[in-house]
């Protein structure tokens, strides 16, 4: 910060405790008396009660000094340090401030035997909106568009008649809840008082690193594996799959805090019904590897029938005479149930070591390259994108990080240590000569630029 050396900017960050000091509210009451107008002060600070298992032990996360606002630390912070920032100061600014006075408006439209309905609403003050600068009069948004609620309505009179000017023929149907993203689940758990702050991260993390989810446009589903683990611990653990358990042994841990319960006493419950129904699972619950579900399919390397295994990544088709055949085969459920061996993708690359052809597979980190001839041949190799990396010539292959994300990065790794996140295009650029550009992926429209640092070549992607 300048003269003022190194400054912690926000307080401690993995709170969940509502609590803020006296000098702190002192600070932003006048913070808001400058900005807003004295219009915008309640007349006490706005207190919020702390959630029944919160740690109170910090203060609420909030700016450390009224003397720092965003404008101040814009050009010192990186974007996403900012745009945090930013939001930390905007909500304990919001959080002392009026609330906000809006109308809400109904009209009952009659024709005939029909009746219809419109709603809306209008602000009237916004009090602690103006703090997110919302204006719904001026400018509404593409949400709000489509949601009656954000709708102005005009002045009309009971008894006033009106005329139809268009009509629309439109049916809607009931749609399921949107499957849940980071941002929801966490308001989930949350909701439900399962973990804190400090586990959130690390919730989200396993789920997707145990491949019990996937992530497609920045929802979770739930893949094979995810639904079948799940299945086993409802079934066996009923009790503690359950999302009353957490709220009940918060609880239950209080009470052994305020000395109203005896610790040991409070662990024989807990534990001895669970060390039976532990006992009990161990037999009912599946070895999912060891499973095997018969099929009419016939193994084409040795004639025996072929199985459905459980693997890494998900059901596959494996010769019942493992480990003599060794053959396996990739499968699709059609609608009705039959299976269906996937076709070998083939390609026209042939193997280094014994000169058969190269067919394509899918691993845990993305597609491939196989030998045909295995087992008796294991050779594999990555798939190149058909560009040479710029380091050492080797062939540029697309990867996955143990996250799933995917990149790009030289097929002589470890030795090149190339990588790229966005995706080399076998076009020169025209600027400095490099013998590829990159597409990079962005919110704000996707841009083919020069991967070169000192060209400064880029246009929008066609």
């Known amino acids: 910060m300048g003269e003022e050396g190194p400054v912690g900017l926000i307080t401690y960050m993995r709170t969940d405790s509502a609590r803020v000091s006296d000098t702190a509210i002192g600070q932003v009451r006048d913070v808001i008396a400058k900005k807003y107008g004295p219009s915008y002060l309640p007349p006490r600070p706005n207190f919020f009660k702390n959630k029944k298992a919160a740690q109170d032990a910090h203060e609420a996360i909030r700016p450390t000094s009224m003397d720092h606002p965003p404008e101040k630390v814009r050009d010192i912070l990186k974007k996403d340090q900012y745009r945090l920032y930013e939001l930390i100061w905007t909500r304990f600014v919001a959080s002392q401030m009026a609330p906000a006075l809006i109308d809400q408006t109904g009209f009952d439209i009659v024709s005939g035997d029909y009746g219809l309905r419109a709603t809306g609403s209008q602000i009237r003050f916004p009090g602690f909106l103006a703090a997110y600068q919302v204006d719904r009069e001026t400018e509404a948004s593409p949400a709000e568009e489509e949601d009656d609620e954000g709708r102005l309505l005009p002045e009309l009179k009971e008894g006033e008649k009106m005329a139809i000017e268009s009509e629309k023929p439109e049916q809607h149907f009931t749609e399921p809840s949107p499957r849940f993203n980071e941002a929801s689940l966490i308001r989930e758990l949350e909701e439900k008082g399962i973990g804190r702050p400090s586990t959130y991260?690390?919730?989200?993390?396993?789920?997707?690193?145990?491949?019990?989810?996937?992530?497609?446009?920045?929802?979770?589903?739930?893949?094979?594996?995810?639904?079948?683990?799940?299945?086993?611990?409802?079934?066996?653990?009923?009790?503690?799959?359950?999302?009353?358990?957490?709220?009940?042994?918060?609880?239950?841990?209080?009470?052994?805090?305020?000395?109203?319960?005896?610790?040991?006493?409070?662990?024989?419950?807990?534990?001895?019904?669970?060390?039976?129904?532990?006992?009990?699972?161990?037999?009912?619950?599946?070895?999912?590897?060891?499973?095997?579900?018969?099929?009419?399919?016939?193994?084409?390397?040795?004639?025996?029938?072929?199985?459905?295994?459980?693997?890494?990544?998900?059901?596959?088709?494996?010769?019942?005479?493992?480990?003599?055949?060794?053959?396996?085969?990739?499968?699709?459920?059609?609608?009705?149930?039959?299976?269906?061996?996937?076709?070998?993708?083939?390609?026209?690359?042939?193997?280094?070591?014994?000169?058969?052809?190269?067919?394509?597979?899918?691993?845990?980190?993305?597609?491939?390259?196989?030998?045909?001839?295995?087992?008796?041949?294991?050779?594999?190799?990555?798939?190149?994108?058909?560009?040479?990396?710029?380091?050492?010539?080797?062939?540029?292959?697309?990867?996955?990080?143990?996250?799933?994300?995917?990149?790009?990065?030289?097929?002589?790794?470890?030795?090149?240590?190339?990588?790229?996140?966005?995706?080399?295009?076998?076009?020169?650029?025209?600027?400095?000569?490099?013998?590829?550009?990159?597409?990079?992926?962005?919110?704000?429209?996707?841009?083919?630029?020069?991967?070169?640092?000192?060209?400064?070549?880029?246009?929008?992607?066609?």
């Open 201 to 462: 991260a690390s919730i989200v993390s396993t789920i997707l690193s145990k491949d019990y989810v996937r992530k497609d446009e920045n929802r979770f589903h739930p893949t094979q594996l995810g639904t079948i683990v799940n299945q086993l611990l409802v079934d066996c653990f009923p009790e503690i799959l359950s999302v009353q358990f957490t709220a009940k042994m918060e609880d239950e841990l209080d009470e052994v805090e305020e000395g109203r319960r005896n610790y040991i006493e409070a662990l024989r419950d807990f534990y001895g019904p669970f060390a039976e129904t532990l006992h009990q699972a161990k037999g009912r619950m599946k070895n999912i590897k060891a499973q095997e579900i018969a099929t009419d399919l016939s193994c084409e390397k040795c004639g025996n029938p072929m199985v459905i295994k459980w693997g890494r990544r998900g059901e596959f088709l494996a010769c019942k005479n493992y480990p003599a055949c060794k053959n396996t085969r990739e499968f699709r459920r059609e609608t009705t149930g039959e299976i269906r061996p996937e076709k070998r993708e083939v390609t026209g690359e042939f193997c280094g070591e014994c000169g058969s052809q190269m067919i394509i597979k899918s691993g845990r980190f993305g597609k491939f390259l196989a030998c045909s001839s295995y087992p008796s041949c294991k050779a594999t190799r990555s798939m190149s994108i058909g560009i040479n990396c710029p380091q050492c010539g080797g062939k540029i292959v697309e990867r996955r990080t143990r996250k799933g994300r995917s990149f790009f990065g030289c097929s002589k790794y470890p030795k090149c240590h190339f990588a790229s996140w966005d995706r080399p295009l076998a076009e020169a650029c025209p600027q400095c000569g490099s013998p590829f550009v990159v597409l990079k992926v962005r919110k704000t429209g996707d841009q083919v630029a020069c991967p070169a640092k000192e060209c400064e070549f880029s246009r929008p992607a066609g």
